[in-house]
Nanobody, 124 residues
Framework: QLQLVESGGGLVQPGGSLRLSCAASGFTLDGWAIGWFRQVPGKEREGVSCISNGGKTTNYVDSVKGRFTVSRDNAENRVYLQMNSLKPEDTAVYYC?????????????????WGQGTQVTVSS
Protein backbone atom coordinates (compact mmCIF):
# COMPACT_ATOMS: atom_id res chain seq x y z
CA GLN A 1 0.00 0.00 0.00
CA LEU A 2 1.33 3.40 -1.00
CA GLN A 3 1.42 5.69 2.00
CA LEU A 4 2.93 8.94 3.22
CA VAL A 5 3.40 9.58 6.94
CA GLU A 6 4.12 12.97 8.49
CA SER A 7 5.77 13.48 11.86
CA GLY A 8 7.37 16.25 13.88
CA GLY A 9 4.37 18.41 14.67
CA GLY A 10 3.64 19.75 18.12
CA LEU A 11 3.18 22.81 20.30
CA VAL A 12 5.76 25.57 20.04
CA GLN A 13 5.96 29.17 21.22
CA PRO A 14 5.96 32.05 18.75
CA GLY A 15 9.44 32.50 17.33
CA GLY A 16 10.26 28.84 17.82
CA SER A 17 11.11 26.13 15.32
CA LEU A 18 9.88 22.72 14.25
CA ARG A 19 11.02 20.26 11.62
CA LEU A 20 8.39 18.18 9.92
CA SER A 21 9.29 14.91 8.25
CA CYS A 22 7.47 13.07 5.48
CA ALA A 23 8.26 9.38 5.04
CA ALA A 24 7.03 7.02 2.35
CA SER A 25 6.11 3.39 2.58
CA GLY A 26 5.32 1.15 -0.32
CA PHE A 27 7.10 3.36 -2.85
CA THR A 28 10.18 5.53 -3.24
CA LEU A 29 9.95 9.30 -3.14
CA ASP A 30 12.73 10.01 -5.60
CA GLY A 31 10.41 9.83 -8.59
CA TRP A 32 8.01 12.37 -7.12
CA ALA A 33 7.82 16.02 -6.30
CA ILE A 34 6.66 16.46 -2.72
CA GLY A 35 4.47 19.26 -1.49
CA TRP A 36 3.55 20.50 1.95
CA PHE A 37 0.05 21.80 2.55
CA ARG A 38 -1.70 23.11 5.63
CA GLN A 39 -5.30 23.46 6.66
CA VAL A 40 -7.21 25.07 9.49
CA PRO A 41 -10.85 24.28 10.24
CA GLY A 42 -13.24 26.16 8.00
CA LYS A 43 -10.58 27.15 5.48
CA GLU A 44 -9.33 25.66 2.25
CA ARG A 45 -6.15 23.64 2.20
CA GLU A 46 -3.20 25.90 1.38
CA GLY A 47 -0.06 24.94 -0.49
CA VAL A 48 2.97 25.92 1.59
CA SER A 49 6.01 24.57 -0.23
CA CYS A 50 7.11 21.95 -2.70
CA ILE A 51 10.34 20.39 -3.88
CA SER A 52 11.04 18.71 -7.21
CA ASN A 53 12.01 15.05 -7.42
CA GLY A 54 15.69 15.93 -7.80
CA GLY A 55 15.57 18.68 -5.21
CA LYS A 56 16.73 21.43 -7.56
CA THR A 57 13.43 23.30 -7.65
CA THR A 58 11.64 24.56 -4.57
CA ASN A 59 8.64 26.85 -4.21
CA TYR A 60 7.13 28.63 -1.22
CA VAL A 61 3.97 30.53 -0.53
CA ASP A 62 4.81 34.18 0.19
CA SER A 63 3.79 33.99 3.84
CA VAL A 64 6.55 31.48 4.68
CA LYS A 65 9.40 32.68 2.45
CA GLY A 66 12.55 33.24 4.45
CA ARG A 67 11.21 31.22 7.40
CA PHE A 68 10.52 27.73 6.01
CA THR A 69 12.94 25.50 4.12
CA VAL A 70 12.01 22.32 2.28
CA SER A 71 14.62 19.63 1.64
CA ARG A 72 14.79 15.98 0.76
CA ASP A 73 17.01 12.98 1.37
CA ASN A 74 16.17 10.42 -1.28
CA ALA A 75 18.55 7.89 0.26
CA GLU A 76 16.43 8.00 3.43
CA ASN A 77 13.20 8.27 1.42
CA ARG A 78 12.22 11.39 3.37
CA VAL A 79 11.32 14.99 2.79
CA TYR A 80 11.63 17.66 5.46
CA LEU A 81 10.09 21.04 6.18
CA GLN A 82 12.18 23.16 8.52
CA MET A 83 9.98 25.84 10.03
CA ASN A 84 11.65 28.75 11.83
CA SER A 85 10.34 31.98 13.34
CA LEU A 86 6.93 30.39 13.72
CA LYS A 87 3.89 32.59 14.12
CA PRO A 88 0.45 31.86 15.57
CA GLU A 89 -0.97 32.07 12.05
CA ASP A 90 1.16 29.06 11.10
CA THR A 91 -1.06 26.93 13.32
CA ALA A 92 -2.66 24.22 11.16
CA VAL A 93 -2.64 20.56 10.28
CA TYR A 94 0.26 20.04 7.90
CA TYR A 95 0.14 17.42 5.14
CA CYS A 96 2.71 16.11 2.73
CA UNK A 97 1.67 14.91 -0.70
CA UNK A 98 3.25 13.48 -3.85
CA UNK A 99 2.91 14.92 -7.35
CA UNK A 100 4.65 14.45 -10.69
CA UNK A 101 5.80 18.09 -10.60
CA UNK A 102 6.52 20.94 -8.19
CA UNK A 103 4.68 23.93 -9.62
CA UNK A 104 4.89 27.54 -8.48
CA UNK A 105 1.13 27.49 -7.85
CA UNK A 106 0.13 24.52 -5.73
CA UNK A 107 -3.31 22.98 -6.01
CA UNK A 108 -4.46 19.93 -4.10
CA UNK A 109 -5.73 18.33 -7.31
CA UNK A 110 -2.15 18.15 -8.63
CA UNK A 111 -1.16 15.77 -5.83
CA UNK A 112 -1.88 12.07 -5.99
CA UNK A 113 -0.86 10.60 -2.64
CA TRP A 114 -1.41 12.19 0.75
CA GLY A 115 -0.40 11.66 4.33
CA GLN A 116 -2.74 11.81 7.31
CA GLY A 117 -1.41 15.14 8.60
CA THR A 118 0.39 16.36 11.69
CA GLN A 119 -0.81 19.16 13.96
CA VAL A 120 1.34 22.26 14.41
CA THR A 121 0.25 24.69 17.11
CA VAL A 122 2.06 27.97 17.67
CA SER A 123 0.96 29.55 20.92
CA SER A 124 2.35 31.11 24.06
Amino acid sequence: QLQLVESGGGLVQPGGSLRLSCAASGFTLDGWAIGWFRQVPGKEREGVSCISNGGKTTNYVDSVKGRFTVSRDNAENRVYLQMNSLKPEDTAVYYCAASPMCRSTMWSIQYRYWGQGTQVTVSS
